[in-house]
């Protein structure tokens, strides 16, 4: 397994719109391996193949209190099919280090994917799993929490970490 690096904000590629997989073959699976390895070690709950630059629709996670157990959900071309109730958390995402902003959510949701064995699953999450499944999903689409904020706190927010990329850039 290999460790991949993770894009940052505002990095073009995190902003596209990854494709289907077509075939669960031993690329994929390795790929699946790394983007494990990766969460685990960043450390995060969750990791979007856009984030580590793969315009792929494969996530993975761990809602897991004791992450220690490693028992991470590997997702290939997952679709929310159904989503009930509100609610607000904080979220925030690898590729924007540093930021937690409440975010409002689904609930419940109902997420059809396959799994890396080629079946065909229905997972049912609530809560923090929900938020998770919905935040990874919204990755596939090239979409980021930040845009899921009150229009205000967006655009002041997109100055802000404007203004942080621009310091942060080699000179
Ligand atoms: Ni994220």
Known sequence: ???????????PIIRKKSAPVTAI???LQRFIDDMVETMYAAP?????APQVGA???????????????????????????????????EEGCLCIPDLNEPVSR????????????EK???????????????HEIDHLDGVLFIDR??????????????????RSSPS
């Not at 397994?1 to 990095?11: D, F, N, R, T, V």
């Not at 792929?56 to 004791?66: A, E, G």
């Not at 065909?120 to 919905?134: N, T």
């Open 120 to 134: 065909e699953i229905v997972l049912e999450g609530a809560d923090l799993l929900a938020r998770i499944l919905q």
């Open 106 to 117: 689904f609930k419940h949701v109902t997420v059809k994917a396959y799994d890396r064995n």
């Open 44 to 48: 995060g709950m969750g990791l979007a």
């Open 55 to 89: 315009l792929r629709r494969v996530i993975v996670l761990d809602p897991s209190d004791d992450r220690t157990a490693h028992v991470p959900i590997a997702l290939i071309n997952p679709v929310l099919v159904a989503g009930e109730g509100q609610i607000v958390d």
């Open 149 to 166: 904020l009150s229009t205000a706190k967006r655009l002041l927010l997109k100055r802000r970490l404007r203004k942080g990329a621009q």
């Open 1 to 11: 397994m290999a460790k991949l690096s993770i894009l940052l904000y505002p990095s």
């Open 25 to 27: 073959d031993g690329e």
